[in-house]
T-cell receptor, first 109, second 113 residues
Framework: GQQVMQIPQYQHVQEGEDFTTYCNSSTTLSNIQWYKQRPGGHPVFLIQLVKSGEVKKQKRLTFQFGEAKKNSSLHITATQTTDVGTYFC?????????FGSGTKLNVKP | DADVTQTPRNRITKTGKRIMLECSQTKGHDRMYWYRQDPGLGLRLIYYSFDVKDINKGEISDGYSVSRQAQAKFSLSLESAIPNQTALYFCATCRTGGTDTQYFGPGTRLTVL
């Protein structure tokens, strides 16, 4: 099945620092989704990207889809303690969703 | 998402026992999914269903079965639980022709001793 590799597995930052997680595939992706899971919670949909080179912003979060549609990134500017959680990328392909292994973000106040 | 509920929220059972996890949704979505989450492995698809009469295997269906009793209900069964099925289980819904957004339930933490 579709595989997406996500790095890093963990990231510890000081509050106010930036954070980026990356999702990579060896094959061309039709789309990429991003989810956030707070500690003890369930995944919550953030965004979907479908176009080559697409960039979307949600306040301090910037999502990018690579030109070749083989990679994507989520960048958080000036992290806050409310950003703590695990961020997952996912691909919707042939009626199934394939998730990356997630990046767990810890923000020290 | 409160529109997707799962019962039980926590369950401890013994090896060999039959377990059923239930999922209900009031979102009116036709598609429903069962995932398991293990530390460092993300979410892996167990089964999915696009309609009451439609059941499809996911990546890791061995040892599991499902039942779509109604459009709003999708149950996951472990016929004979084993310790490596200890995990966090999530149900999710999605609407055909929508934005491909999945809405997840709160999860069921299952421990098999």
């Amino acid at each position: 099945g579709q595989q997406v590799m996500q790095i890093p597995q963990y990231q510890h930052v000081q509050e106010g620092e930036d954070f980026t997680t990356y999702c990579n595939s060896s094959t061309t992706l039709s789309n990429i989704q991003w989810y956030k899971q707070r500690p003890g919670g369930h995944p919550v949909f953030l965004i979907q990207l479908v176009k080559s080179g697409e960039v979307k912003k949600q306040k301090r979060l910037t999502f990018q889809f690579g030109e070749a549609k083989k990679n994507s990134s989520l960048h958080i500017t000036a992290t806050q303690t409310t950003d703590v959680g695990t961020y997952f990328c996912a691909v919707h392909n042939f009626n199934k969703f394939y998730f990356g292994s997630g990046t767990k973000l810890n923000v020290k106040p | 998402d409160a529109d997707v509920t799962q019962t039980p929220r926590n369950r401890i059972t013994k090896t060999g026992k039959r377990i059923m996890l239930e999922c209900s949704q009031t979102k009116g979505h036709d598609r429903m999914y069962w995932y398991r989450q293990d530390p460092g492995l993300g979410l892996r698809l167990i089964y999915y269903s696009f309609d009451v009469k439609d059941i499809n295997k996911g990546e890791i269906s061995d040892g599991y079965s499902v039942s779509r009793q109604a459009q709003a209900k999708f149950s996951l069964s472990l016929e004979s639980a084993i310790p490596n099925q200890t995990a966090l289980y999530f149900c999710a819904t999605c609407r055909t022709g929508g934005t491909d957004t999945q809405y997840f339930g709160p999860g069921t933490r299952l421990t098999v001793l």
